[in-house]
C-alpha cells in the first residue's frame, strides 16, 4: 500500500511539474516532500486504525475463534499466553473510553461472546480479559479488543 502511495505521489508530481516550472525548484521539492510525508503517515495511521475491521471483512486473514452478529473473535497474531484471543466488537468505537449510553451494550456482547468462547476452549482453570486504552495503557491497533488469555498460571502483577 505504501508503495502504491508513493507511487501515486511521484505521479502526481510529474503531471503537475510543467504547470509549477516556474516557482522555485526548492519549494517545490519541499512541498512534494511535506506532501509524501503525509501520506506515508495518514496510510500508517488508516491502516492501524482499520486493521480489525479489514481482519473482521476477511480482507486480512485470521484464525476464526467465535463470531455471532456483534463480535469477530480470532487468534493474536503475537500470543503472550498458550490461549490469546482478541475479541472485537463489529461496530467500531476506538477504545475503552468511547463507551456512552448509546453503545454500552457492546460491552455486554464482549463479555457474553467471552464466556462462550471460554466454555467453547474448556478453560476451566480460569482465564483473564485485558483492554488497553491509550497510550499509558499501551494501545496499539485503535479499534476497540478485548484480550482473552489463558492456557497457563498467569502473573499476579498486573490486575
Ligand atoms: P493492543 O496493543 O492494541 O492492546 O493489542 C493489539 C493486538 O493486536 C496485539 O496483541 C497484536 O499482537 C495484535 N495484532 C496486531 N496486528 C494483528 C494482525 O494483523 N492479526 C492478528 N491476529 N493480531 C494482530
Redesign the pocket.
Known amino acids: 500500500k505504501s508503495v502504491t502511495d508513493v507511487s501515486s505521489v511521484t505521479s502526481i508530481t510529474l503531471i503537475f511539474s510543467p504547470f509549477l516550472s516556474s516557482i522555485d525548484s526548492t519549494i517545490f521539492l519541499t512541498i512534494s516532500f511535506i506532501v509524501l510525508i503525509l501520506f506515508y503517515y495518514f496510510s500508517i495511521v488508516f491502516h492501524i486504525a482499520f486493521?480489525f475491521c479489514k481482519?473482521i471483512a476477511g480482507e486480512?486473514p485470521?484464525?476464526k475463534v467465535y463470531e455471532d452478529e456483534y463480535v469477530y473473535a480470532?487468534?493474536?497474531?503475537?500470543p503472550?499466553a498458550p490461549v490469546?484471543v482478541?475479541i472485537v466488537p463489529k461496530t467500531h468505537i476506538d477504545s475503552a473510553k468511547d463507551f456512552n449510553e448509546e453503545n454500552s451494550e457492546i460491552a455486554s456482547h464482549i463479555f457474553l461472546a467471552a464466556s462462550k468462547i471460554a466454555k467453547q476452549l474448556n478453560l476451566n482453570d480460569g482465564f483473564r480479559i485485558v483492554?488497553?486504552s491509550g497510550e499509558f495503557?499501551?494501545?496499539?491497533?485503535h479499534h476497540i479488543?478485548f484480550?482473552l488469555l489463558s492456557g497457563r498460571q498467569l502473573s499476579a502483577e498486573m490486575a
Open positions: 486493521l481482519i486480512i485470521s484464525t480470532f487468534n493474536d497474531i503475537n503472550q490469546h482478541l483492554t488497553n495503557g499501551c494501545q496499539t491497533v479488543h484480550h
